[in-house]
Antibody
Framework: QVQLVESGGGVVQPGRSLRLSCAAS????????MHWVRQAPGRGLEWVAV????????YYADSVKGRFTISRDNSKNTVYLQLNSLRAEDTAVYYC????????????WGQGALVTVSS | EIVLTQSPDFQSVTPKEKVTITCRAS??????LHWYQQKPGQSPQLLVK???QSFSGVPSRFSGSGSGTHFTLTINGLEAEDAATYYC?????????FGQGTKVEIK
């Protein structure tokens, strides 16, 4: 069955960096776009970034543009989110999610990775 | 940015009752509207895609309708396991956006 497993979360100081990973299994990874969506504690969902199935197109929310970078390694069935210049407002659970096309619905989600930005 | 506004924010409902959640878009998005259920401590799960297409494995009591700027999610015959927060999501354009969520509590 489809599985998405995030890792790499933790506590980090403001201004520092972190890299999240999302390992995919149970489907043909190279035919799906991959997204990151975050949820601050007690808040709603916020779309963060998307990478097309072949890595040729990537888009970001304005709130993270220039600080976060999405990438994928199709040989490892893994998508990454590099988080730089972290701020307190980046504190959230970060979910990776699969989409049939680049800008479409999310049909499977991971369990999430908590990132806490605090001094 | 397309803003999605859900109503109500909170609803307390008796089992077997019908639940209707509304999502309004700030501009026309055709049928590019999807619904998710998120139970406490869990990740969101897709219920309805393209406004009215039920996702595989979702119970038939969940249905969606609407187009343009006005959409609804209906739960016909609420069950105790349906206690959750429900979100609408648009994929008409970037950035993709979500409604603020509707929390459904079981009385």
């Amino acid at each position: 069955q489809v599985q998405l497993v995030e890792s790499g979360g933790g506590v980090v100081q403001p201004g520092r960096s972190l890299r999240l990973s999302c390992a995919a299994s149970g489907f043909t990874f190279t035919t799906y776009a991959m997204h990151w969506v975050r949820q601050a504690p007690g808040r709603g969902l916020e779309w963060v970034a998307v990478l097309s199935y072949d890595g040729s197109n990537k888009y970001y929310a304005d709130s993270v543009k220039g600080r976060f970078t999405i990438s994928r390694d199709n040989s490892k069935n893994t998508v990454y989110l590099q988080l730089n210049s972290l701020r307190a407002e980046d504190t959230a659970v970060y979910y990776c999610a699969r989409a049939p096309y680049t800008i479409y619905w999310f049909d499977h989600w991971g369990q999430g990775a908590l990132v806490t930005v605090s001094s | 940015e397309i803003v999605l506004t859900q109503s109500p924010d909170f609803q307390s409902v008796t089992p077997k009752e019908k639940v209707t959640i509304t999502c309004r878009a700030s501009q026309s998005i055709g049928s590019s509207l999807h619904w998710y259920q998120q139970k406490p401590g869990q990740s969101p799960q897709l219920l309805v895609k393209h406004a009215s297409q039920s996702f595989s494995g979702v119970p038939s009591r969940f249905s969606g309708s609407g187009s343009g700027t006005h959409f609804t999610l209906t739960i016909n015959g609420l069950e105790a396991e349906d206690a959750a927060t429900y979100y609408c999501h648009q994929s008409s354009g970037l950035p993709q956006t979500f409604g603020q969520g509707t929390k459904v509590e079981i009385k």
